[in-house]
Structures are given as C-alpha cells and as structure tokens.
C-alpha cells in the first residue's frame, strides 16, 4: 500500500487552527512576531539614539509614577521638614543634624531629589494632558475641515491661521491669565493645574488640525470612501471608521514632538509664575526658585531640576524625530 502523502502547510494550519491548537513551529502570539519583525521594530532595533531615547523616557515616568515609593522624603508634608537641613550640599553630611542628601537641599531643608521626583509627576501629567486634549481637538477639527470643506474648513483654518502669528506659549499665557482671571481666588490653586493643561491645549491644536485636514482632503477622494457613501453610511460613520485610522500616523509623530514641547511650555509658564501653584510645583517651578540661589554658592538646588527638564525634553524629542522617520516612506 502507497504511503499517505503529508498534509499540505495550509491543511496542517487549518486541522490545527480546527482542534483549538497552535500548528507546529508556530508562536501562540503572532501578533507579537508580527510587530517584532515590522519595519518600524526593525528601524528602532538598528537605531541607537531611539533605544536611548527610550529608555529614559520610561526610566523617567516610570520615577515619576513610583514617587511615593522611590522618595525618601516627602517633600511637601511640613511635619516632615527640618529647617536645620537646608542648603545641604550633595553628598555631604549637614552642620547640625548630620543627615546626608543625595542631591543635596533647598531652603527649606527638602530633599532635592524627592522635589525632582514629585516635580516630574506634575510636569508629565502637564504634558501628556495638553498633548492629549490638543490632539483631540485638533483631529476632530482637521477632520470636519478636510471632511466638509466649504464654510467649516474656511472658518476653521482662518482662526488656525491667526493663531499661528503669536508664539504660542504667548497664546497660552493670555488663556492662562483670562482663565485665571475669571475663577474665584479660593479655588485658583485647586484647579491651576487643568488651567495650565487648557492653555497649553488651547495654543497647540493648530498643527493637529492642518495635518489632519490635508490628509482628510486626500482620503475623502479615494473609492473606499464613495463607496462607503454610497451603501448609506452617515458623515460620522465615515469619518471616525474609515478615514481616522488612515490619518493617525503623522498624529502620532506630532503629538510625540509636541509632548516635548508642552513640558518646555509648562516648565517656562511656571518659571514665568504663572503655572503650576507653589502648592504643586513643577520642574519648572523648582529651577525658578533654584535660579534665586544660584549666584549664592547653592548651585544644586537650579541644576539637578534642570538636568532633569533637559534630559526629559531632549529625549522625547530624539524619539520623536526617530518616529517621524521610521513612519515617513519617502525614507524607507
């Protein structure tokens, strides 16, 4: 008797995919093996600058999340404070109580590191909020813009337009300061910090908006979206389904740019004093008060917070170019 011959690739895949069990040689995950061996896993595994980019990033919010636990202090709990420690430098035991600091301390005898810790968390909340709330607005702009054209994308785009003539963090200082204005002055630290995620958001929708709205105008054209009209899908149907997932990825190259540049915005409103209140202070509030030390011999307490601020913002930037890059196919 002729021996049976093997089952083909494709039956073995379908008698096993039948008995609930994974084929031979294949990975129970191959959305896993799929996404390690796209090209843009393959682009981050053979660029540097992107792992180290990377890793700080999640080094630094990963310290930010865990502040409570990483901090040896905490900073802002008055009964925890001894004035005797302050302008500890780092390192070195303090005159009176013999204490030692990592980075030192401020006035105030506080740990600089734990106030560089639960500084990073306002700053990051800041920014990932404002990136997140002018994405958002932006996109659902951009796509009623590109989408509708006629008087929407006219009226849309002019006001785009004459918010692009002031600099922004101007932009986000009128809103700041009319926001500010308009609430009572009980409870303007209780809600200083959605204000700042308002003016920021407010003043960087417009690059959201015009990329969305350029690449809206060249999908609405396409067949697939004719045809969804013509089998009778409504305009929001349209627009959330089929062209949104089609227009996400130059959003996500701009909103990994601009969540460097909303922590650079918040840390300069609140080194200005109009950010985030004294109550909750910031990275930004930090290197204002460390600036008026600086000429004084206590060097530390401006430098460590802006070394922070600086790596934090340098590295989100890198990965965001790296991103803009891996996902532009003119470079591929």
Not at 20 to 39: E, T
Not at 118 to 144: D, E, N
Not at 268 to 294: D, H, K, M, N, Y
Request: some cysteine; charged content about 10%; hydrophobic content about 55%.
């Amino acid at each position: 008797m002729a021996d049976t011959p093997p089952p083909d690739q494709d039956t073995a895949l379908f008698n096993a995919a039948a008995q609930g069990q994974p084929p031979a040689g294949r990975s129970v995950f191959p959305w896993a093996l799929r996404a390690w061996d796209s090209d843009l896993a393959w682009s981050f595994r053979h660029s540097p600058v992107a792992v180290v980019s990377l890793a700080l990033t999640l080094l630094l919010i990963l310290s930010a999340v865990c502040a409570p636990l990483l901090a040896p202090h905490d900073p802002f709990n008055p009964a925890t404070l001894n004035l005797l420690n302050g302008f500890t430098p780092p390192g070195e035991a303090n005159a009176f109580t013999g204490e030692r600091f990592l980075l030192g301390t401020d006035d105030q005898g506080r740990d600089v590191f734990s106030t560089i810790l639960y500084g990073l968390r306002v700053s990051l909340f800041v920014g990932f909020s404002a990136v997140l709330f002018a994405m958002v607005l932006g996109v659902t702009l951009g796509l009623l813009a590109g989408y509708f054209g006629g008087w929407t994308e006219a009226i849309i785009m002019r006001i785009a337009d004459v918010q692009l003539t002031f600099p922004a963090i101007l932009v986000a200082m009128l809103i700041f300061g009319i926001a500010k204005g308009i609430t009572p002055i009980e409870y303007r630290d209780q809600v200083a910090i959605w204000v700042l995620i308002l003016a920021i958001g407010l003043s960087d929708w417009v690059q959201f908006a015009r990329v969305v709205r350029g690449a809206t105008l060249v999908e609405a054209s396409r067949d697939y979206v004719q045809a969804a009209r013509l089998i009778g899908c409504s305009s929001v149907a349209i627009m959330v389904r089929h062209i949104l997932p089609n227009v996400l990825s130059p959003v996500l190259v701009i909103a990994t740019i601009s969540l460097a540049l909303a922590i650079i915005a918040e840390a300069t409103l609140s080194f200005l004093g109009v950010g985030a209140p004294p109550t909750q202070p910031s990275l930004g509030t930090l290197i204002r008060i460390g600036q008026g030390f600086l000429f004084s011999g206590e060097w530390w307490i401006l430098a460590f917070p802006a070394c922070t601020l600086l790596v934090l913002a340098l590295a989100v930037n890198l990965l965001g170019d790296w991103l803009r890059d891996a996902l532009n196919p003119r470079l591929r």
